[in-house]
T-cell receptor, first 116, second 115 residues
């Protein structure tokens, strides 16, 4: 069965703190894709990153970094030096290659609040 | 217009009304999706269209009726909804390939309230 778990429902930090959002997934496929999306209060889901199961290299994009570890089925997201504009709900998602048409399984989301 | 647009952004309707949600993608994609996001619940996939053909109906009640006249437009026709159908309805599009999935890009959503 495919499943995505984001155990942290809400996180509150003060500006400039580093924060890590956890994501654990379950799949029986050997080929799959993992995603992170950001949903600000406006509602639109903004694509942040896509990773395929064969690429375990960590990625850094500005203040954002992602740690993909197949051994623990985790795809964690770290924001360095958080800012108030980072306040949003963040979703981790999984798609299996055998699902033609790109069915995404979303986690419950983590609501991040960054206070000034 | 760029990306994925949705209209209206907000909609209030009675249980006996008929209304439609519209989604348009300007990305040249060939797959479109409807999702429902209720408060405190994860996103639920409702429908998937690939090359204008419906490829997935995730056990959605018949009071929701999708229509995809071409690869750029997707509608969700609403009829005799229930208050529990109040939610944010999100549209997405992607360039679906043979080898699996491609990234889905989302619109801003329609916030629906059923009275």
């Amino acid at each position: 069965a495919q499943k995505v778990t984001q155990a942290q429902t809400e996180i509150s930090v003060v500006e400039k703190e580093d924060v890590t959002l956890d994501c654990v997934y379950e799949t029986r496929d050997t080929t799959y894709y993992l995603f992170w999306y950001k949903q600000p209060p406006s509602g639109e889901l903004v694509f942040l990153i896509r990773r395929n199961s064969f690429d375990e290299q960590n990625e850094i994009s500005g203040r954002y970094s992602w740690n993909f570890q197949k051994s623990t089925s985790s795809f964690n997201f770290t924001i360095t030096a958080s800012q108030v504009v980072d306040s949003a709900v963040y979703f981790c998602a999984l798609s299996e290659a055998r699902n033609q048409g790109g069915k995404l399984i979303f986690g419950q989301g983590t609501e991040l609040s960054v206070k000034p | 217009e760029t990306g994925v647009t949705q209209t209206p952004r907000h909609l209030v309707m009675g249980m006996t009304n008929k209304k439609s949600l519209k989604c348009e993608q300007h990305l040249g994609h060939n797959a479109m999706y409807w999702y429902k996001q209720s408060a405190k619940k994860p996103l639920e996939l409702m429908f998937v269209y690939n090359f204008k053909e419906q490829t997935e109906n995730n056990s959605v009640p018949s009071r929701f009726s999708p229509e995809c006249p071409n690869s750029s437009h997707l509608f969700l026709h609403l009829h005799t909804l229930q208050p529990e159908d109040s939610a944010l309805y999100l549209c997405a599009s992607s360039q679906a390939g043979l080898a699996g999935t491609d990234t889905q890009y989302f619109g801003p959503g329609t916030r629906l309230t059923v009275l």
